[in-house]
């Protein structure tokens, strides 16, 4: 196709759900009520991790960075969400800019979730070693790691990103600027693109997934010779909340890219979009207040409630 004389767009439309209009109210308080209580949750762990000495380990330092990541993720999408009725238009440049924080957010995050079960496979199948090994240094070194090559390796993405011409159309089929659809709307050759984001994601995925899954092995296979079963439990108990914000986030990810893209699965995917850009920093803070018996005494105790 001759692309010449075609002018180039500048800005996009998101379209998020625009086959509900009849319920656009209800999506727009449940999503406000979302927003707040997970800015608020995740806040709040970051500072009871910061302000008590009893949460100054590697475990409560991995998930202080955790949620301070989650706040940081939803605080990049669910803005837009909040948009009911008005200007649902977004810059080509503004887009591109969302796109890069999503992205790297989430890879920082897939290795921040493989840190955490190191951690544990650590302080329950090497427990001898657990403070020679799982020192503050090495602690920082993890998660600055995990930080910056998130944050450097799309940013290589979005530099081929910011080079597609876009001729239109300009509407963006989804509640956020998800590279997918936003290369769909490209008139470039986006075969190189479209390679170089499979790498990264191959990249930035995999080897967490599998990291996690061999560690959680590991500690499965440790927690079951314990002979005591109320220390079985306790063990358990220490990894199963990380186990669940995994579940939900890869599985979500996994289903939504691996999901044939035809029209009919649109809608689909992004109803399974809002479980790792909306369900997951939601209930992060959620599973590890509920489930953990030192944070729930933090919380009782009150003090820290009026930083919020």
Not at 64 to 80: D, H, W
Not at 131 to 152: D, H, K, P
Not at 196 to 207: E, H, R, W
Not at 208 to 232: H, V
Request: net charge neutral.
């Amino acid at each position: 196709i001759d692309w010449g004389n075609q002018t180039a767009i500048t800005e996009f439309i998101i379209l998020g759900f625009r086959d509900l209009p009849d319920l656009q109210i209800l999506p727009f308080l449940m999503f406000q009520v979302i927003y707040m209580a997970t800015v608020a949750g995740n806040t709040l762990i970051v500072v009871l991790i910061v302000a008590d000495l009893h949460f100054h380990t590697p475990m409560y330092f991995f998930l202080g960075n955790l949620s301070c990541l989650e706040t940081c993720y939803t605080s990049a999408i669910q803005p837009r969400l909040l948009l009911v009725t008005g200007d649902k238009t977004i810059s080509v440049s503004g887009c591109i800019t969302q796109l890069y924080f999503c992205s790297s957010l989430v890879c920082t995050e897939c290795y921040l979730l493989a840190a955490m079960p190191y951690d544990r496979y650590l302080a329950i199948c090497k427990p001898l070693h657990y403070s020679a090994l799982m020192n503050i240094r090495f602690c920082v070194q993890l998660t600055a790691r995990s930080w910056l090559n998130g944050c450097l390796a799309v940013i290589i993405l979005v530099s081929f990103l910011s080079q597609l011409l876009f001729c239109g159309p300009n509407e963006i089929d989804h509640f956020y600027c998800d590279p997918i659809p936003l290369m769909e709307l490209s008139c470039s050759d986006t075969h190189l693109v479209i390679l170089l984001a499979f790498i990264i994601a191959s990249i930035f995925t995999l080897p967490p997934l599998l990291l996690t899954l061999t560690f959680y092995m590991c500690i499965i296979s440790t927690i079951l010779r314990i002979p005591s079963t109320t220390g079985r439990q306790k063990a358990f108990s220490t990894c199963s909340s990380h186990l669940i914000v995994v579940t939900i986030f890869y599985g979500s990810i996994m289903i939504v890219y691996l999901l044939p893209k035809r029209d009919t699965l649109r809608d689909l995917n992004k109803v399974l979009s809002l479980c790792y850009t909306v369900l997951t920093p939601l209930v992060n803070p959620l599973i590890y207040s509920l489930r953990n018996r030192e944070v729930k005494e933090a919380l009782c105790k009150g003090k820290y409630m009026h930083v919020l």
